[in-house]
């Protein structure tokens, strides 16, 4: 009966990993851009959902940053900006950051149409890097989407992933 049971028992295993397959890391931190960068970038206050599913790993007013365990990952929101980093021992490899490189064109092109590709947004050829920007550079008006990856850099190693969003304008002039 026992050998009965456990062949049962590893049968279902191996269908329910078939049915319900694991999404790979790439695919977890494009999530976690969806879930929280998006509604962030368009005004909405993430905080509540991020404290209530993640553990806090530093919190200050300029920024909170959270850890998510299932990608390995840092979120991190502030108010012009939400990011997802990794860092070594935990960067992802060059095969996921190929991968999410090309989940976050996917994003880009199908949530900011009009952001264009800018050939000068890139960390050089030891890297996958490339952005999406609007905006004149250092300028209040610059918007748009990062992604940077240094797998093979040892103890550097690392990632980012960024949405920045316009700077609020104040006006400096008022009385």
């Known amino acids: 009966m026992i050998p009965v049971v456990l062949t049962g028992l590893l049968i279902g295993f191996l ?3 078939q049915l319900w397959p694991r ?5 977890g931190i494009a999530r976690l851009f969806v879930e929280y960068c998006l509604p962030h970038h368009h005004g909405k206050d993430m905080r509540p959902k991020a404290m209530a599913e993640f553990v806090a790993e530093r ?23 939400c990011g997802i980093n990794t860092i070594h021992p935990f960067a992802i490899s060059r ?9 976050v064109e996917a994003i ?18 030891n890297s996958i890097s490339k952005g ?36 609020l304008k104040t006006d400096l002039g008022a009385n």
Do not use: C, H
């Not at 999404?23 to 695919?27: H, M, T, V």
């Not at 264009?116 to 890139?122: E, H, L, R």
């Open 15 to 17: 269908s329910a990993s």
């Open 23 to 27: 999404p790979s890391r790439a695919e």
């Open 59 to 81: 919190s200050d007013l300029a920024e909170t940053r959270w850890i998510d365990n299932e990608t390995a990952s840092y979120l991190s929101l502030k108010a012009d900006k």
């Open 95 to 103: 095969e996921d950051a190929e991968e999410l490189l090309n989940l």
């Open 108 to 125: 880009v092109q199908e949530s900011f149409p009009e952001l264009p590709f800018d050939p000068k947004a890139t960390m050089g050829p």
């Open 132 to 167: 999406w920007m609007q905006g004149s550079s250092f300028s209040p008006d610059r918007w748009g989407v990062f992604f940077w990856a240094f797998p093979d850099w040892g103890e550097s190693s690392g990632s980012t992933l960024f949405l920045a969003s316009p700077r």
